[in-house]
């Protein structure tokens, strides 16, 4: 888990001729190769998500409604990212669609990101007009995760919770529902 950042560090002071490849490079070709995860995950099946879509939330556990329709966003948005969803703004919609560039990759070294198109279905649209923002300039976030001009450490905070949210109350509606196995969003 810790080799992999350290390997990008390694390849940053090669980038930037701090080190010198050939004398202290740990990683590559004959030399040492960080190991493959094993971590088997079970998937859930068709069946599983139905269930899930279907289920009949406590009608007094607002959260508990709030966070399965936010795993559902995700799920009908090609599994999109919880940070994606945090960082969407009323921009990002056009007509039937979305589109954005992951905020995992807005940085990157490539002169051109490709932009990510979602095609909103009703289900999404019902998502945004129940839980999103009522205020919809092109520049307010969709949900009321995030906030404008807040600082970056306190955006991670929020993106933090705003997971462990969904994670938590989806743990609840699984075992409610029975199924034994593990969903959750993503944080990247």
Request: aromatic share 12%; proline share 5%; glycine share 4%.
């Amino acid at each position: 888990m810790y080799l992999r950042p350290l390997r990008s560090i390694f390849n940053e002071a090669i980038e930037e001729s701090i080190i010198k490849t050939e004398k202290c490079y740990l990683f590559g070709r004959h030399r040492y190769c960080i190991p493959a995860s094993k971590n088997t995950k079970k998937a859930l099946d068709l069946e599983d998500i139905k269930k899930i879509y279907y289920y009949k939330c406590e009608p007094e556990v607002e959260s508990e409604l709030r966070a399965r329709d936010y795993w559902l966003f995700s799920y009908f948005g090609n599994g999109m990212n919880a940070k994606d969803i945090a960082c969407l703004k009323n921009k990002n919609i056009n007509d039937s669609y979305m589109i954005f560039e992951r905020v995992k990759t807005e940085r990157a070294m490539r002169s051109e990101p490709k932009p990510i198109t979602v095609f909103l279905t009703d289900a999404m649209k019902a998502i945004i007009e129940k839980w999103g923002n009522k205020d919809k300039p092109p520049d307010n976030f969709i949900f009321p995760v995030l906030e404008a001009g807040i600082m970056p450490l306190r955006q991670y905070e929020l993106v933090q919770l705003f997971v462990n949210f969904i994670n938590d109350w989806l743990k609840r509606i699984l075992k409610k529902l029975g199924i034994d196995k593990k969903a959750t969003t993503l944080f990247c």
